[in-house]
């Protein structure tokens, strides 16, 4: 059984590497029980990605449901290619058609946080920076040679990436700004958590009543616990 664990621990460490290139992963310090940065954070993603990243998964109406929005709410700020309430969150462009001017197609964002890590997504939102060799001009230092443009840039501005040499490998050191954005350093990380927080949320809509319930259902095991416990002692109480 031990060697069972060190070969997992073994096999895994080269995954979780893998997961950040390496780099520092900032806490995203994420609330999905506030609704109001919920709200913000689809704000965000509607406007900033749903034109390329689809959450075919989530549909609106359960959005509008959990984050304390009526119908009518959801359809006049957030349904900007959908028709009926009950739509998922899809695009419409065609895959083909991405494929061919972005080089692959833009992954669906339903279950990214759950894949990388809300940690993982909130670090790579920040961590865009100039570079001149890409198609878009711009690079990411927690994913490597990314397709991506960075459609956040007006909000963030540009900066660029100072690296070190370090055992002859180049190692991410710090950003500088090269030009401000619509918002503020603080500002722009305080979207981005709430960015986060939201595909964190599309990812299991149901994990904040899941953790309520479950308090509840471990009071009821460790009830059920002592009763059959106390059962069991009078069942065998005469047993010698």
Known sequence: ??????????????????????????????????????????????????????????????????????????????????????????????????GEWFGTAPPDLSVIARARGSDWLYTYLRSFYLDDSRPFGVNNVVFKDVGMPNVLWKLQGLQKAVFTEHEGQQVFEKFEQVSPGSMSPEEFDGAMRDLTAFLTYVGEPIQVERRAMGKWVLLFIAIFFVLAYLLKKEYWKDVH
């Open 1 to 98: 059984m031990k060697k069972l664990i060190v070969a997992f621990l073994l096999a895994a460490t080269p995954l979780l590497g893998l997961a950040s290139g390496g780099v520092h992963l900032d806490d995203a310090d994420i609330d999905l029980t506030d609704q109001a940065s919920l709200q913000r954070g689809a704000r965000l993603f509607v406007n900033y990605c749903l034109s390329c990243h689809s959450a075919k998964y989530q549909r609106f109406n359960r959005t509008a449901r959990d984050l304390g929005l009526t119908d009518q709410e959801v359809k006049e700020n957030l349904m900007f290619v959908a028709d009926k309430i009950g739509d998922t969150m899809t695009i419409a462009m065609p895959p083909a058609d991405a």
